[in-house]
């Protein structure tokens, strides 16, 4: 018994009870209702490190001047104390709230928005799968990212707060933070650390049951090139954590031992601190080897967070256009060889670490022939607009937005990848602005696009169209009045981590040497104007949510299962899609984005569909006498 037809048979087994509400909606294993909690879990993540930031921006913006009561509000008079200096940030709280901002955002918020809750939703539904491979497993995957995000973001409220030694935690400056702490274990950066063990080991649950999900429980006459390229993004991406994670989660592991058990995995010999002296350790740590554990991870990531993205996007143009996807086959090898060169190019990340020319020499070359597969893929989704009959509904304005601002990103990039220019513009607003437009407007309208495309399958419900051009319009202005004056700012030297906004520079007397103020004069006001923009940035997701919430509840009622009239598998089944998913056998009888066949009456062709048989010809049969 093939395993699909052994899931099946096990889904039926279960189809005469109903479960509980616990069962159902709290601890499931169906793959839908984890999707569902996923996005839910990782949208609230996302507000909160958008909450983060809001408040750097502030410390940026004016740094002499107390936070606002709006902001002010979240916290109790006890934190406030304890972490802001007569209502102002501190350098020390800016750090906290830059190292949880880069953590939440990435680690518990973009990355299970793309992989958890999408992939989880519509993979299986795409393959003409009842259910992931390992349902449970995926129930743990979820609980276990739940548990790391808690206890990450719980460090907020411990005598030491959370950790403040970057989203990179590097050591040794990770090893000894937080040392005034009597039991290490109830540190902020111990936390971080538990933290991070658990979401890797929920990270590679999940990319276990994709993989396994993808290749053995495909329908009847899904081949691979019969896939939707989303699927085909989710494969990679599966792969991509499965082999990148784990060094990371060994790195974790040893330097959770350097800060609990005395080891020194990444402690050198010699460390004098002023607050303890000479430090006392067994030394003979390497700081650099972290560092090449973590971007081995970090680089792959870039594309975890950015392959679910694509996908939506390369969903939602055809649908849209009402033609095929542009490059099929050149979009799923590029996607291959994206994953593969994702691995060989995470030290141009740590140029300034003196690796010496012929070793930089290497990365260079591999980071400037990664861009050439996201080329092709960014080229092959402009030109399916070529000559489409395009319909402009809320997801595709979103995507149509991802196509230039992931242009700006990656094009940012570019000069990033030479070690020459890499040693002026390191550390500096450049490489926070130039991550920025591929995470935020890049990455971020990608997903947007997804929720619009996919809401009415998973409700039965449409979402306003009103209010997502309100959602729609001012985020795509406000995330370039926010990410762009960074270019400016870094290439002019403005530095990532200063709390001030380079405030201190200008409080140097006009008599001293110093050279650099009458930069940093001359672009701190851009300052303000990022921070306006992030605010209005803010209020600009309040129709958003309004729209999610009311558009589940009172929006207007999809008139079938298929809305967009789509030809992938997702959309044969009812809506909302019940235990099983698939109420008749399902296959796959051809590729997934036949739109405007010349041969059909319909300006679409859905894989379920099986062809016509062809007529039989009288003459031509057996018996029947010929004519002459």
Not at 276 to 285: D, H, K, N, Q, V
Not at 398 to 423: E, H, K, Q, R, S
Not at 447 to 459: R, S
């Amino acid at each position: 018994m093939s395993a699909h037809a052994a899931t099946a048979d096990h889904h039926e087994e279960h189809d005469h009870h109903d479960p509980g509400f616990l069962q159902k909606y709290v601890f499931s294993t169906d793959h839908k209702t984890i999707g569902i909690q996923y996005g839910i879990t990782a949208g609230a993540f996302l507000l909160f490190g958008f909450f983060l930031m809001m408040v750097m921006r502030w410390s940026i913006a004016y740094p002499h001047e107390p936070l606002p009561e709006w902001m002010r509000i979240f916290f109790s008079e006890n934190w406030q104390a304890r972490w802001l200096q007569d209502g102002k940030v501190t350098g020390e709280t800016y750090n906290m709230f830059g190292a949880m901002h880069g953590t939440i955002m990435v680690f518990l918020g973009v990355v299970p928005l793309g992989f958890g809750a999408f992939g989880n939703y519509v993979t299986p539904l795409q393959i003409g799968a009842p259910d992931m491979a390992f349902p449970k497993l995926n129930m743990m995957s979820y609980w276990l990212y739940l548990a790391g995000g808690l206890i990450m973001c719980g460090s907020f409220f411990m005598e030491s707060g959370a950790a403040k030694s970057g989203w990179t935690n590097y050591s040794p400056l990770a090893g000894v933070a937080d040392a005034q702490i009597v039991n290490q274990w109830l540190a902020g950066q111990t936390q971080w650390l538990i933290g991070l063990v658990l979401l890797i080991t929920s990270s590679l649950l999940g990319s276990v049951n994709f993989i396994t999900t993808i290749i053995n429980l495909r329908a009847r006459g899904m081949t691979w090139m019969r896939l939707p390229f989303f699927v085909w993004a989710m494969l990679v991406t599966g792969f991509l954590l499965l082999l990148a994670f784990p060094p990371l989660e060994a790195a974790g592991i040893m330097q959770l031992l350097d800060r609990v058990a005395g080891s020194s995995f990444f402690m050198p010999s010699g460390l004098y601190t002023k607050a303890e002296g000479l430090l006392e350790l067994s030394g003979g740590g390497s700081p650099l080897l972290f560092q090449h554990l973590f971007w081995f991870l970090g680089h792959p990531e870039v594309y975890v967070l950015l392959l679910p993205a694509i996908a939506c996007v390369a969903e939602i143009i055809p649908a849209n256009t009402r033609k095929p996807l542009w490059g099929y086959k050149a979009m799923v090898y590029s996607v291959l060889v994206l994953g593969f060169l994702s691995f060989i190019v995470w030290a141009h990340h740590m140029y300034l670490t003196g690796m010496g020319p012929v070793v930089s020499t290497f990365f260079q070359t591999t980071t400037v022939l990664i861009s050439i597969p996201s080329v092709v893929l960014l080229t092959s989704l402009i030109i399916s607009l070529w000559g489409g009959s395009i319909r402009f509904t809320p997801a595709m304005i979103w995507a149509c937005a991802f196509l230039p601002m992931f242009g700006i990103g990656g094009l940012t990039g570019l000069p990033l990848a030479f070690n020459l220019v890499d040693l002026h513009l390191h550390d500096t607003y450049y490489v926070i602005g130039h991550f920025h437009y591929v995470v935020a407007p890049g990455i971020l309208f990608g997903l947007f696009a997804g929720v619009y495309h996919w809401f009415p399958k998973i409700t039965g419900r449409y979402m306003s169209s009103k209010l997502s051009h309100l959602h729609f319009w001012p985020s795509l202005i406000c995330m370039n009045m926010i990410f762009f004056p960074m270019l400016t700012q870094g290439m002019a030297g403005f530095h990532r981590r200063w709390y001030n906004g380079g405030d201190a520079y200008l409080a140097k007397s006009p008599d001293s040497t110093n050279v650099f103020s009458s930069t940093v004069a001359e672009h701190i006001d851009l300052n303000i104007l990022m921070s306006y923009g992030a605010w209005l940035m803010a209020l600009a997701q309040i129709p958003f949510l309004i729209n999610l919430v009311i558009s589940a509840i009172a929006g207007r009622k999809v008139e079938s299962d298929n809305p967009w009239n789509a030809t992938t598998l997702e959309w044969a089944t009812p809506t909302p899609p019940g235990h099983g998913n698939f109420t008749f056998d399902v296959a796959a009888y051809r590729g997934p984005y036949e739109y405007s066949r010349p041969d059909c009456d319909e300006d679409y062709l859905p894989q379920w569909i099986a062809p016509k048989k062809p007529k039989p010809d009288l003459e031509t049969q057996p018996g029947t006498p010929a004519s002459h």
